[in-house]
């Protein structure tokens, strides 16, 4: 709550013993950085511990510039085919598929979480947990 970020030792208790140690230790790392790059606020750390997001995948923490001072961080870690991105960005929001290029790795868990960044006629876009954003190239 006070935006401090915890340390490795307790992000790695925090996490629980279900998730190999050396991962959860380059987990916190890669969101260290973020922090240290002012993409991720100290204190929502704790909730990739807490909610056992990405802790088998320190590859899917990734960011994205959604505006000025505003980063969208990812928190799915469950990687799925460029195609079936393709099918889920189609079915939800309506773009054409065809004209749709993913672009890097996609994540996608459910209607309401996911991370898939997408060109669609000239523009970025980032759906993230049930929202769309148009990012930063």
């Known amino acids: 709550m006070n935006d401090i970020l915890i340390t490795k030792e307790e992000f ?5 013993m279900h998730y190999e140690e050396t ?4 987990v916190y790392d890669a969101l260290a ?3 240290n ?4 606020r100290a204190s929502e750390v704790y909730s990739y511990a807490h909610y056992k997001w990405c802790l088998r995948n320190p590859a899917a923490i990734i960011a994205y510039q959604e505006g000025r001072d505003k980063w969208e961080i990812n928190n799915c870690d469950t990687e799925v085919s ?15 598929a065809s004209r749709i ?7 996608y868990d459910a209607t309401d979480y996911q991370f898939i960044r997408f060109d669609c006629a000239h523009m970025t876009w980032l759906w993230k947990n049930g929202n769309l954003h148009q990012v930063y190239a």
């Open 33 to 35: 950085v973020l922090v």
């Open 82 to 96: 460029e195609d079936a991105a393709k099918i889920a960005v189609n079915s939800e929001w309506g773009f054409e």
């Open 12 to 16: 790695v208790i925090e996490a629980g």
């Open 101 to 107: 290029r993913i672009i890097g790795t996609p994540y």
């Open 23 to 26: 991962v959860l230790r380059e």
């Open 37 to 40: 790059s002012k993409k991720l």
